[in-house]
């Protein structure tokens, strides 16, 4: 179950925090950081084990416990252009709108 985690949060920051994944390359320090932060959730992870809870639902909680001190990378923001990020509210206001006129 360690290495299943070890691996979903390395494939979260690479998507979602990119400087960090460059930073603890650079450093070599991937694999220790990822050790303590997969150690820093071992009592929840055993606690769930001995309930016989299901493995996608432990996965799911670790993963929300491991990653929610990594904000949003602002290399995602970056990467989409202005210009499409303001028309994203205009664009949802139309197609709800045509939504509701098919009803």
Not at 33 to 38: D, F, G, Q, S
Not at 57 to 77: H, Q
Request: charged content about 25%; some cysteine; hydrophobic content about 40%.
């Amino acid at each position: 179950m360690d290495d299943i985690l070890k691996e979903k949060l390395w494939f979260y920051i690479i998507h979602n925090n990119p400087e960090l994944m460059f930073t603890l390359q650079e450093e070599y320090n991937a694999l220790s950081y990822l050790n303590e932060k997969v150690n820093g959730i071992k009592s929840i992870l055993e606690d769930m084990l001995s309930e016989g809870t299901p493995q996608y639902i432990i996965e799911e909680i670790c993963l929300n416990v491991l990653t929610e001190d990594l904000k949003p990378s602002r290399f995602i923001y970056i990467s989409v252009p202005y210009w499409l990020r303001s028309l994203r509210k205009p664009i949802l206001f139309f197609m709800n709108q045509a939504s509701s006129l098919m009803r």
